[in-house]
């Protein structure tokens, strides 16, 4: 299979694709269905496919869709990894743990979010605990999200924003914008106020499924920061953690921190991969998002605040929707064949390194 054919057009069709190649494979498949359809009404699910045993102790875990249109990336690594790891040429006791679309929706509707405005990836945290104030966010939340998309709205909006970065450098910037805020549910990087049905999705299938494994690679596949079609590796474990310890001593000094300053990514709050290796205490955990580039971050975060404001003011079946879901599609998927070849080629070499790490876990 050419590595162009794994990457789909939308996500009904990298559906359609994961699930023929884990048949291929010879996975299990299961099927967990959304409870709101796409934008043509379709349906959708996220999938999980397993290749190797049922009873294994040791397996790979990839996500896709985390952030919905970052699917594009993600799902077709996941089509790839099936001809990679073949039931039969797995080691023995190990798995491969596909889990397709964990946030259909934002998919679908090319979105960045869920269906409630939700980054997942700000929601892994205690909801009856107070929440972190992000103060760059509260400063800026009406030049971020202006009420008007029009070239004076904007011009107004990014004067305020271009001032804050000279004052405070470019980096703070992209912080107060992407770290995570949890005061302005129509915003952007909002993580929601309560486990959303993706964070409940997940957080299910590694509580009872994963409960026996004693060794765990989990990656999950992201786009939008850094150079194009290069993959950073991103830990976003606390440092320190046996987690975090573990994944530096497999895939070495390449691996970057939000937390230390090394990564493209800003600081977050509510990340779902110190949530989730606690579900599974008995596991040695290496854990990592594989951070893909496509466009400079200024341009991907402008893409990101007119698909908010879109969703908050805009019409939904308008010239002007189609313009601004073609602009989210690029910003988070090259679809390019030179970086699709490059994001694969990341992949499947920092798959390899994570099984051998699995297997000496
Ligand atoms: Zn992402």
Redesign the pocket.
């Known amino acids: 299979m050419s590595i162009n054919a794994c990457f789909a057009a939308d996500y009904s069709d990298a559906r359609a694709r994961f699930r023929d190649a884990a048949n291929g494979a010879g996975a299990h498949l299961t099927a967990i269905q959304h409870p709101l359809r796409g934008p043509r009404g379709e349906r959708l699910f996220t999938d999980v496919a397993w290749v190797g045993p049922a009873d294994a102790t040791r397996a790979i875990v990839t996500i896709s869709a985390?952030?919905g249109v970052?699917g594009f990336c993600g799902s077709g690594c996941q089509v790839a990894s099936f001809g990679l790891l073949k039931a039969g040429e797995l080691p023995a006791k190990t798995a491969l743990i596909q889990i397709h679309a964990i946030n259909p929706h934002g998919f679908a509707w090319l979105r960045?979010v869920n269906e409630d405005n939700v980054d997942l990836?700000r929601n892994f945290l205690d909801h009856t605990k107070p929440y972190p104030v992000n103060e760059g966010y509260e400063a800026l939340a009406d030049a971020i999200l202006p009420e008007r998309w029009d070239d004076e709205g904007r011009a107004a909006a990014d004067a305020k924003l271009n001032a804050y970065a000279q004052q405070n450098g470019p980096a703070k910037l992209q912080w107060a914008m992407s770290g995570g805020q949890y005061s302005h549910p129509h915003g952007i990087f909002f993580g929601g106020h309560a486990p959303t049905w993706s964070n409940r999705v997940i957080s299910r299938i590694f509580r009872e499924r994963l409960g026996a494994m004693r060794s765990l690679g989990i990656i999950d596949y992201?786009?939008?920061?850094g150079p194009y079609g290069y993959g950073e590796i991103i830990a976003a474990l606390p440092l320190g953690s046996p987690s975090a310890v573990r994944t530096r001593e497999v895939l070495g000094k390449e691996v970057t921190s939000p937390d230390d300053g090394s990564s493209t990514s800003a600081p977050l709050t509510g990340v779902n991969q110190p949530a989730l290796v606690g579900l599974v205490p008995n596991a040695v955990c290496i854990g990592l998002?594989l951070?893909y580039g496509t466009l400079p971050v200024r341009d991907v975060l402008d893409a990101v605040r007119a698909d908010a404001w879109l969703h908050a003011y805009g019409d939904l079946d308008s010239p002007q929707w189609r313009a601004i879901k073609a602009t989210m599609r690029s910003a988070?998927y090259g679809d390019a064949d030179d970086w699709r070849s490059a994001v694969w080629g990341r992949a499947e070499e920092v798959t390899r390194r994570v099984l051998a790490g699995v297997a000496a876990g």
Not at 222 to 225: A, D, P, V
């Open positions: 985390t952030h970052e960045r990836n992201h786009t939008g920061l998002a951070e988070f």
